[in-house]
């Protein structure tokens, strides 16, 4: 009987970066727009997370590949074997893009504790934001990841709504298996809404990175181009881990959608801006469980995406200019990392005290993100099949041709995503 109880336990041993990464996937923001499009199209749009899992799987396998066998995340091969002004473009771009659906994310996480226990929700926004960057800063790096996994789990709200609503499964069905395809601008921008979320620069940046700081981290590992024992169980880690934490992340988006469609489109409620909006309107009509779940919800991934969007950006930064970095370190070892870290969450803290409208904010971040991730996708696949970055450990064919679909679909769907501008 003992293997009823370790094998859960060792199934959540072998979770790591690609969890967490695949959580983070759906922050706030992230809510935001599967709420809306839940909201507006009900089921019928539902096929995209169906369609986005095997491409988000490719691309951050890959990432996470270059992570572990060179032990550097993208910014520090972008670094070592590109133009600098590809690193700073990109670098550039992302931190910009990251600092904004920071800011996005502490005012949906002050909007959301405001609905469930009152108060002002810019004193929400600051305390998240103080919470995050002191967990990052104090706590040891092997118990924060592991905190960080832990709330992974707070996305289950998600599927406890659709536990609570009245679900038409046969609709769902249909909406998740025949694409449902429209030619207007408001579908195709809902469409470019739900890849421009499922597949984020800020993700490959932060799961390489991941994978190289596990490397250092970890004693007894070493970087696949000069520990290629390691290798085959490594791939396979990789691989688990990430289809597991994509599905994850596809699973919860599709849930939110579905609780949306169930109660707010099937209620003529069509017009979601943000994440807390949807938990609002949840109220009346789904009742106040489903509603206060929902909005715990909203604060659990908070907690969980205001770190690692901080943290990428710093991540990046520091790769790119060479400075010690790693939430492994202390903050004295690596004082220019933490400040990034803890300047970027300022930053985002301080939009939420400006006139800045925060639903434009995230419209732009949401262009920069797509201009940012295509050429990013064709750097990754670059870089994961040059033997001079990757040695023997270059990306099998399955592998490259899943990345390149992967690639040419978001290309795609940027240039639609400028068409309905």
């Known amino acids: 009987m003992r293997w009823i109880y370790s094998y859960p336990l060792n199934f959540w041993r072998r979770l790591g970066p690609g969890l967490i990464t695949g959580a983070a996937d759906d922050d706030p923001s992230g809510i935001a727009t599967y709420s809306q499009v839940g909201a507006q199209f009900g089921y019928s749009i539902g096929w995209t997370m169906l369609f986005s899992y095997p491409l988000m799987v490719a691309i951050q396998e890959i990432s996470a590949r270059i992570g572990r066998t060179t032990s550097y995340g993208l910014a520090g091969n972008l670094r070592l074997f590109y133009p600098r002004s590809i690193l700073r473009t990109m670098v550039l771009l992302l931190l910009i893009t990251n600092t904004v659906n920071l800011g996005a994310d502490l005012g949906a996480m002050g909007s959301a504790l405001n609905l469930v226990i009152g108060g002002n929700p810019k004193i929400g926004v600051i305390f998240f934001a103080v919470a995050c960057v002191l967990a990052q800063l104090f ?7 592991n905190i960080l996994k832990w709330l992974t789990l707070s996305l289950f709200a998600y599927v406890g709504v659709v536990l609570i609503v009245d679900m038409p499964w046969h609709d769902v069905a249909i909406g998740l298996f025949i694409p449902h395809l429209r030619l207007d601008a408001s579908y195709l921008a809902a469409i470019v809404g739900v890849f421009g979320t499922t597949i984020s620069p800020y993700l490959f940046f932060w799961q390489s990175t991941q994978e190289a700081e596990d490397v250092i981290a970890n004693p007894d590992a070493q970087p696949l181009l000069i520990a290629p024992e390691q290798a085959k169980s490594e791939m396979k880690r990789i691989r688990f881990d990430t289809i597991v934490g994509m599905a994850f992340s596809n699973i919860i988006g599709l849930f939110i959608v579905l609780t949306t469609a169930a109660t707010l489109h099937a209620h003529g409620v069509t017009d979601i801006q943000t994440s807390s909006q949807a938990a609002e309107a949840l109220r009346p009509i789904a009742g106040p469980l489903a509603f206060t779940v929902f909005a715990l919800g909203i604060i659990g991934t908070g907690l969980l995406a205001v770190p690692i969007l901080a943290a990428s950006s710093a991540y990046a930064v520091s790769e790119g200019f060479n400075w010690q970095i790693g939430l492994g370190r202390r ?10 870290l803890s300047g970027a969450t300022l930053i985002g803290v301080m939009i939420n005290f400006t006139s800045v409208d925060p639903i434009k904010a995230l419209f732009w971040s949401a262009v920069l993100n797509g201009i940012i991730a295509v050429p990013m996708m064709f750097v990754m696949m670059h870089m994961a099949s040059s033997r001079k970055i990757m040695g023997d ?10 990345g390149w679909i992967s690639t040419l679909v978001m290309t795609a769907i940027v240039f639609g995503m400028f068409a309905t501008i």
């Open 139 to 145: 706590i040891d790096y092997r118990h924060y990841i």
């Open 331 to 340: 903050p004295r070892e690596a004082k220019a990392f933490y400040a990034t």
């Open 393 to 402: 450990y270059t990306i099998p064919p399955i592998l490259k041709c899943m």
